[in-house]
């Protein structure tokens, strides 16, 4: 807890949120989307490269 302060976490989550929201209708994938998402690229579940 000390290193992942939960407030802090919940304005992250949003403020990433906003971003994709003012990118909603833009095609995807679009390049600020893959730079949110390059730091979960070693989970298992992250979808695979086409």
């Known amino acids: 807890m000390a ?3 939960p407030a802090r976490v919940l ?3 949003e ?3 906003r971003i994709l929201d003012r990118h909603a ?3 995807w994938p679009y390049a ?3 730079d949110l998402a390059s730091p ?3 989970h298992p579940d992250f979808p695979a490269q086409a």
Do not use: Q
């Open 3 to 5: 290193l992942h302060d």
């Open 11 to 13: 304005r992250e989550i």
């Open 15 to 17: 403020a990433r949120r």
């Open 25 to 27: 209708h833009d095609p």
């Open 32 to 34: 600020g989307s893959l």
């Open 40 to 42: 979960y690229t070693s």
